[in-house]
């Protein structure tokens, strides 16, 4: 029998497992690769043919999908590959990616794995150009292939491309925009830390494109109740996480429907905060949670939105055209890329106008809410400055997949 001291030292905490996990697949995928690499060149050196050597392996076009959230995102430019007919490869880590059941010839979806899974293939890859909307290129677990000739990173928010975690994007060819707007603040990071300057060019945001037109088929309600929807970002510094009950409690006391949308890392990371607020409201009858993928049904049968520092806004904004409140819960910006801009980030495109669009919402008023909200009217110069920021921050309204497919064959072509 094992003594409790010799048990101690067989004790691997999660964090150094999980570190032994990815050096062992990332060995194990240098294995792999330096055997295909010796194996290839055997081939070369005996075979007899002349003919200059090809690698099968090869894809011209790759998209990256990791995650079900992403879809509407990538469904534009799948659709328009489709209908050029020009062969694209679609690696994803949803096994139940919509791209399966979409019935395209031209477009060869994968499922590849999840996490180092995916990495492992994704580390190998010989391709011309991958698009995905993963950060952290060269930065954690996911690799640069000498392979691949270029790594295009497309945004999926409209908002600013700086509030990825630190160097979400520094280390990609080129990142494609939703808005002119956001190329200041990505030439300016690429000052400060001497890295080689990016090829930017603004596409529009394909994803609100898809949602568009998806909030166009939803029949309107016969018989309405006002609604007021709960959309915060995820973190110590978000919506729930901070004020939770706070702010829940005098919402129910309105007696209006509340619709609550927890972001969906929420479920993986503050499942215990989730808990302890489903369990609280579990009988109240006019509280409604909203875990579904798109967002687009939660959007359109509510009359106001109450949000912190998510993207969410943007969606609600441009879509909706309805008015905004917001909780100024004061994000940490030190993990994130503009926090090394000027003012340490708080004066970026997304918290500027974030202050001229929508209503903030003080803490200290979370007891008066019903009235704040009665009172909260959507005036006309509200409205101008929303669409004034819409047309900022999404380009090509309607178009952003054929403009994202011309920049894949224009730049292979090149």
């Not at 029998?1 to 905490?13: E, G, Q, R, V, W």
């Not at 200041?184 to 990016?198: F, S, V």
């Not at 910006?333 to 918290?351: C, E, H, S, T, V």
């Not at 380009?395 to 011309?406: L, R, S, V």
Request: hydrophobic fraction near 40%; charged fraction near 25%; aromatic fraction near 12%.
């Amino acid at each position: 029998m094992l003594s409790n001291m010799t048990l101690t030292f067989l004790y691997i905490d999660p964090g150094t497992g999980s570190m032994l996990f990815s050096i062992l697949i990332g060995a194990a995928a240098t294995l792999f690769f330096l055997g295909k690499a010796a194996w290839i060149k055997l081939k070369l050196v005996f075979s007899t043919k002349k003919s200059t050597p090809t690698d099968v392996a090869f894809k011209k076009y790759v998209i990256y999908n990791e995650g079900l959230q992403y879809w509407n995102t990538f469904k534009p430019v799948c659709d328009e590959f489709e209908r050029r007919g020009i062969e694209l490869t679609y690696y994803t880590s949803a096994q139940t990616d919509p791209c399966f059941e979409a019935g395209y010839k031209f477009v060869k979806p994968e499922f590849i794995g999840e996490g180092n899974m995916a990495f492992v293939k994704l580390n190998m890859l010989s391709a011309g150009l991958v698009l995905m909307t993963t950060p952290g290129l060269q930065v954690y677990q996911l690799k640069r292939s000498k392979h691949v000739k270029h790594y295009a990173h497309v945004l999926h928010a409209p908002s600013d491309a700086t509030m990825y975690r630190l160097f979400g994007i520094d280390y990609f060819d080129s990142v494609l925009l939703s808005g002119d707007y956001q190329k200041t603040d990505i030439r300016y990071l690429e000052a400060q830390r001497g890295i080689k300057k990016k090829e930017l060019t603004v596409v529009g945001c394909p994803y609100l494109d898809t949602l568009k037109e998806k909030m166009a088929a939803i029949p309107a309600e016969t018989d309405h109740t006002f609604t007021v929807l709960v959309s915060p970002s995820w973190g110590p510094s978000a919506l729930l996480s901070k004020y939770g009950e706070k702010l829940l409690d005098p919402l129910l006391a309105t007696g209006w429907n509340i619709i609550v949308r927890p972001h969906p890392q929420s479920k993986k990371s503050e499942k215990d905060m989730l808990d302890r607020l489903t369990e609280r409201y579990k009988d109240a009858a006019n509280l409604t949670w909203d875990y579904e993928r798109d967002n687009i049904y939660s959007m359109k049968k509510s009359d106001i939105m109450i949000s912190d520092f998510s993207g969410i806004i943007y969606d609600y904004t441009f879509l909706c055209d309805k008015p905004v409140m917001y909780v100024n819960a004061q994000l940490d910006l030190m993990p994130y890329d503009a926090y090394d801009l000027p003012d340490n980030g708080r004066k970026i495109w997304q918290f500027e106008t974030l202050s001229k669009i929508g209503i903030e919402l003080k803490e200290e008023k979370f007891d008066n809410i019903k009235e704040i909200i009665q009172k909260a009217s959507d005036s006309e110069e509200l409205a101008a400055l929303r669409h004034k920021a819409k047309e900022e921050a999404w380009a090509n309204q309607g178009t952003a997949g054929k403009a994202i497919a011309d920049f894949m064959i224009k730049t292979i072509g090149e």
